[in-house]
């Protein structure tokens, strides 16, 4: 049994060596001779295994001996035609250079390579894929091809269709690019179209510095103190008429305060009108923390033993509104020159960040919100 398997194996080895070096050619090195020699070798084992000649329990050592020199001549005979096949491809390229080499001075020129491409392929190519292939195969750089660094026809058609392809794939790549730029452009412009981030108009100065009525009205319950110890005061009268009708309206503050809200979105309004809206909202909501502690105060009084002085309460009251008359008319002033108004203490930087402007969007028009350096370049 063992000798019939190692004669299956040891017909598989022929056949491996015989195929071994197909690639290379083309074409199978299974030569008749050498399936011939395959044969009779397993034709051999066959016959003396069913006969009963070879005894593999008496004689184990002189088998195994005779199998590994059948592999051995196997082995030597695929090297003998593997030199023959090499020898035969190294004639076969020493015939191609012949041909390439028109002017017979033992190297290719780009020039020559490409006449001879062109005739055996039969079709132009471009001289810029020629150089290509003298760049690839050119290993001391003088600009042509030696014996040595020559290739065979097919290897030069290989690379040829190699280049090519390279080519495509650039093209193809740049097209898109090309393409990405166009739509970017088209972006850019509707953005610019739709974003109004361009200088304020006299009437976008105008208009940017209604929004600051809603937190100065807002703010007037605080100079309840300043109106009643100044009667005689025509700004403290002012100032109480306009909070009395303010306050006479239904949901007045409300209506203006979601109104500012809706608008600020609108991006067709000038960057300096819906900055303005944003900060006014958010100095708005700046009056409900001292609104807060008046009335935990008042709370906390009808309960407990405290009694602040009144000075002090209307000197807090006083401060409010000041803070908030000082903020509105820096606001006022800035954008009437057609400045930001941004260096408010935290409500300029909320304003900023809900404020939509073009730099916002990227090049394929993701919204992606306020940059870092943004803050840097603003100031």
């Known amino acids: 049994m063992k000798i019939q398997l190692t004669t299956i194996s040891l017909s598989l080895i022929a056949f491996r060596y ?20 395959n ?5 051999t084992f066959r016959f003396a295994t069913a006969s009963g000649s070879v005894d593999d329990r ?10 590994r020199a ?11 035609l593997a030199a023959e096949q090499a020898n035969k491809v190294s004639e076969a390229t020493k015939r191609a250079f012949a041909k390439f ?6 190297a290719i020129s780009a020039d020559e390579l490409k006449a001879g491409l062109e005739k055996a392929f039969k079709n132009e190519i471009p001289y810029n894929r020629i150089k290509k292939l003298v760049d690839k195969f050119d290993q001391n750089g003088d600009g042509k091809l030696q014996m040595n660094e020559f290739v065979s026809v097919d ?8 280049l090519i392809r390279e080519e495509k794939a650039i093209e193809l790549s740049e097209s898109k690019r090309v393409q990405q730029a166009k739509e970017s452009e088209k972006l850019k412009e509707m953005l610019v179209s739709i974003i109004n981030d361009d200088e304020p108009t006299a009437s976008d ?30 700004f403290a009268q002012a100032a109480a008429v306009a909070y009395g009708i303010y306050r006479s309206i239904p949901f007045g503050g409300f209506l203006a305060f979601f109104a500012l809200s809706y608008f600020s979105t609108n991006p067709s309004l000038n960057k300096l009108v819906r900055f303005n809206m944003q900060q006014a909202i958010f100095l708005d909501i700046a009056l409900f923390f001292p609104g807060i502690l008046s009335f935990l105060y008042s709370a906390a009084a009808s309960n407990l033993p405290l009694n602040l002085p009144t000075e002090a309460i209307e000197y807090g009251s006083d401060a409010v509104v000041l803070a908030m008359l000082a903020s509105i008319a ?15 203490p935290v409500v300029s930087q909320a304003a900023k960040d809900r404020t939509i402007t073009r730099d916002m969007f990227d090049d394929v028009g993701r919204f992606m919100g306020r940059k870092p350096n943004d803050d840097k370049d603003d100031n």
């Open 330 to 344: 820096y606001a006022t002033a800035s954008s009437l020159m057609g400045k930001t108004p941004d260096k408010l």
């Open 70 to 80: 059948m592999a051995r001549q196997l082995r030597e005979e695929a090297s003998a």
């Open 18 to 37: 015989s195929e071994a070096f197909a690639p290379s050619t083309g074409r199978s090195l299974a030569t008749p001779s050498l399936l011939s020699k």
């Open 205 to 234: 100065k105008a208009l940017s510095v209604a929004p600051y009525l809603l937190p100065l009205l807002d703010s007037l319950q605080f100079a309840a103190f300043f109106a009643v110890n100044h009667p005689d005061n025509v």
């Open 39 to 43: 044969a009779r070798h397993a034709k």
């Open 58 to 67: 008496k004689n184990p050592e002189e088998e195994a001996e005779r199998l």
């Open 155 to 162: 290897k030069l058609r290989n690379q040829l269709d190699s």
């Open 101 to 106: 080499d028109l002017n017979k001075d033992g």
